[in-house]
């Protein structure tokens, strides 16, 4: 087990002195034990629980491609073959209590099970972009909102110097206070926000950004009706939509032009890029307690089947150290949910 360790933690505070906190990050990359360890400082230690979508749920589904996307790529999971997927819904954030009805994050995590034990796994959320554009402008952040030890509260100073220098932290925080609280996991739209790149026959790379959007459509709750809702009622909800056939995505593509950005996770297509369909993703079981398959999948989105590539994103390679070393905590603390 890797233990939180305090020298490693003054360490990270260290390196985010009040003056830095005014300036662009820095391009030194960020040991996946201090990031953690940062992550844990500012949102709390919670053992045995995921750093990061404490609250979930596992569920299992399939998947079948369509004639579009392969024509796009070659990768397996379009074959038009039935294809397994292990399915992990959550609440973002690192409280496994957070409240349900809160107007904050929603999480898909996938792993297709493709054929010769080839392997698709990504993360999506309910918003189309992320918090930061860098591991450093992300760990900077954290170490903005760190609770002061006396006043249990982050120091709003630091919180405002580091926003005013990095103005796109503040974007998905926009984006959630903008939108209804989500009536289920069910049915909420699930932004990719990085780039990919999809191969061809031919060799043909087409850079897009995916979302998954809910077939039965949106539903959001009123102020009202999710204050009746109360803060548990997601598990409960998703699996009787399950059990009802009533849960279910379509896997669409947002082409990117030529001009278009597709290196920042902060920075969605611009509106109006043509969109295909590369299939049709139904969720057919969700687990009646914390148990299921999700144990050890760390949903990192470099895991890729041969015909999909990532892009020049640096959000994307940061991902799976500190996914791996979450892991390894919360297995050796005593695992309390998939």
């Not at 929603?106 to 792993?111: D, K, T, V, Y």
């Not at 698709?120 to 609770?147: C, D, E, T, Y």
């Not at 056939?245 to 996770?265: H, R, T, Y």
């Amino acid at each position: 087990m890797t233990q939180l360790v305090p020298t490693a933690v003054a360490a990270a505070c260290a390196l985010l002195t009040a003056s830095a906190f005014a300036q662009s990050p820095s391009a030194a990359p960020v040991d996946p034990n201090t990031f953690l360890n940062q992550f844990e400082s500012t949102f709390g230690k919670f053992e045995g629980f995921r750093r990061s979508g404490a609250k979930g749920i596992c569920a299992t589904g399939e998947f079948l491609g369509s004639a579009d996307a392969r024509a796009l790529s070659t990768a397996s999971a379009f074959s038009g073959n039935p294809v397994p997927v292990v399915a992990r819904f959550s609440v973002g954030g690192a409280n496994p209590k957070a409240p349900d009805n809160a107007r904050s994050q929603r999480n898909l995590a996938l792993q297709f099970n493709l054929p010769n034990g080839e392997q698709w796994q990504m993360g999506n959320i309910s918003a189309p972009v992320f918090g930061a554009s860098s591991p450093q402008q992300f760990f900077g952040r954290l170490a903005s909102l760190q609770p002061d030890p006396v006043t249990k509260t982050p120091d709003a100073a630091k919180v405002k110097a580091f926003a005013d220098a990095n103005p796109e932290v503040l974007l998905q925080g926009k984006y959630f206070a903008s939108q209804p609280v989500p009536a289920s996991f069910g049915t909420v739209n699930y932004w990719g926000v990085h780039a990919f790149g999809f191969v061809n026959a031919s060799g043909t790379r087409q850079f897009g950004k995916w979302i998954f959007e809910p077939v039965g459509g949106l539903q959001g709750l009123t102020d009202e009706e999710a204050k009746a809702k109360g803060p548990a009622f997601l598990f409960d909800d998703l699996r009787q939509r399950v059990k009802d056939g009533k849960v279910a995505f379509n896997f669409n593509l947002e082409l990117a032009q030529a001009d278009d950005k597709i290196d920042s996770a902060t920075v969605p297509l611009p509106e109006g890029r043509k969109k295909v369909n590369l299939g049709l993703l139904k969720i057919t079981s969700a687990a009646e307690d914390s148990g299921g398959e999700c144990l050890t999948i760390t949903y990192n989105p470099m895991v890729l089947p041969k015909g999909v590539e990532p892009s020049g994103d640096p959000m994307l390679a940061a991902r799976a150290a500190p996914y791996a070393v979450g892991l390894g905590r919360r297995l050796t603390e005593g695992a309390k949910q998939q």
